[in-house]
Nanobody, 115 residues
Framework: QVQLVESGGGLVQPGGSLRLSCATS????????MGWYRQAPGKQRELVAA???????NYADSVKGRFTISKDYAKNTVYLQMNSLRPEDTAVYYC?????????WGQGTQVTVSS
């Protein structure tokens, strides 16, 4: 049973923008802390941005000022707006929903930043 459905990845040139979407159920959207993680080849999965069920946000230092996480309450969707993309942002991006005792992961979406 798929709980988190991601979309929006692709190939973009350095300096470009992409917006990732993560659609989920109303229960997960309202009650879980939501986040975006990424994993580059040969590296560990890392937190990129997170938004709590109450709307508080936090970001990895490497993306502060360039990425924005947000929630659309009408669509039960979490977004990651990525601007000023760099080659080092290339990775598979995963949506995450988390609360004590339960974690959900999306299937991942590839983001490639290259000229």
């Amino acid at each position: 049973q798929v709980q988190l459905v991601e979309s929006g990845g692709g190939l973009v040139q350095p300096g470009g923008s992409l917006r990732l979407s993560c659609a989920t159920s109303g229960t997960i959207f309202r009650l879980y802390n939501m986040g975006w993680y990424r994993q580059a080849p040969g590296k560990q999965r890392e937190l990129v941005a997170a938004i709590s069920s109450g709307g508080s946000t936090n970001y990895a230092d490497s993306v502060k000022g360039r990425f924005t996480i947000s929630k659309d309450y009408a669509k039960n969707t979490v977004y990651l707006q990525m601007n000023s993309l760099r080659p080092e942002d290339t990775a598979v991006y995963y949506c995450n929903g988390d609360r004590p005792g339960r974690t959900y992961w999306g299937q991942g979406t590839q983001v490639t930043v290259s000229s």
